[in-house]
């Protein structure tokens, strides 16, 4: 259950959480057309609070509506200073921050006509994604029935909530069959992502993750490609299948909710010695770091409350 705080920012103003409530005929609740975020706030290591990549998330909320055809209300600058402070309001020093850009009521029908666009901004505290035990020691996966979406059926470089229809799918049924979380593969049968999370893989010395054409190409992924790179490690960008990821020698998330999760186990398989490798503490712990604010040629990514 998400943590209630006091308020919510809707459509430019700071509302009460009981307020925040919407039509039923909210275009986007019937047909699924409406694009969000997801961005986390940190406590850093000098006790003042900083947003993780908030100028990239945002770019990215503008880009989803440009694929969707939604206009957004506002500047960049205006939602950018809305998430700093709904954050503050609610006396947050840590928390998840969701923008969504939905679509109102008025004509009804797949064609939204000229119905108003809505904006809301919710902050509410998330620990680890998957659970804590699952940073430590590491997830355990399955490949899904479901695969993700063709890349001309949904818009994959968009973050529209109609996509996520396909991720509550898979990670229902991946929990139901007692997993962590759903391997999914693309049209084609490579691996692509999971149902929120992007994933990496290791094998003698060489880091690789899948290609972003058929996946949400992931802040975190491009933090984590960043700082893999700047540390030395090679890594390549290349599609892969489901029986490379069995035998490589470590595996791992990524995302703004799941942050850098291990590994540990795809479909009954121990991967490596079924404990996070090496490298993916590594990563891991350089990224705990740096969201921090404690590695200085990363510092740029924060933005200060
Ligand atoms: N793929 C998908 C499908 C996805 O939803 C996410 C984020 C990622 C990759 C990683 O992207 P990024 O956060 O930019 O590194 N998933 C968000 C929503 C999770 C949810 O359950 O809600 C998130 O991590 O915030």
């Known amino acids: 259950m998400v943590e209630k705080v006091n308020k919510i920012w809707m459509d430019g103003e700071l509302i009460p959480w009981e307020e925040a409530k919407v039509h039923v005929l909210t275009h986007t609740l019937h047909y699924g057309l ?13 006790g003042r609070s900083g947003i993780f990549r908030l100028k990239e998330h945002i770019d990215r909320l503008y880009d989803s509506a440009l694929i969707g055809e939604i206009e957004i209300p506002f500047s960049r600058e205006e939602i950018m200073e809305a998430c700093k402070e709904t954050v503050k309001v609610n006396g947050l020093k840590e928390a998840y921050i969701r923008p969504i850009v939905f679509i109102g009521e008025g004509a009804m029908g797949v064609h939204p006509q000229d119905n108003p666009i809505h904006v809301a901004i919710v902050t509410w505290r998330w620990g680890a994604y998957l659970g804590e035990d699952a940073l430590k020691r590491g997830t355990r996966i399955k490949t899904s029935s479901y695969i ?82 700047d540390k030395g490690y090679p890594l390549v960008e290349e599609k892969f299948t489901r029986d490379e990821l069995y035998t490589a020698d470590e595996v791992f998330f990524t995302g703004t909710a799941a942050e850098v999760t291990p590994i540990r186990e795809i479909d009954d398989r121990k991967i490596g010695a079924g404990v996070p490798g ?28």
């Open 34 to 46: 409406g694009v969000f975020e997801g961005i986390r706030c940190y406590v850093l290591s000098d």
């Open 278 to 305: 090496p490298v993916t503490r590594d990563i891991q712990e350089t990224y705990f770091r740096v969201v921090r604010g404690e590695v200085e040629e990363y510092r740029h990514w924060i933005t200060y409350l």
């Open 148 to 229: 993700r979406h063709h890349v001309n059926a949904m818009m994959t470089k968009a973050k529209i909530c109609g996509n996520y229809v396909n991720s509550v799918l898979a990670k229902r049924e991946a929990m139901r069959l007692g997993y962590d979380e759903a391997l999914m593969l693309d049209t084609e049968g490579y691996v692509a992502e999971a149902s929120g999370e992007n994933i990496f893989m290791v094998k003698d010395g060489v880091i690789k993750t899948t290609p972003p054409t058929a996946i949400l190409a992931g802040i975190t992924r491009d933090s984590v490609i960043t700082i893999a790179r």
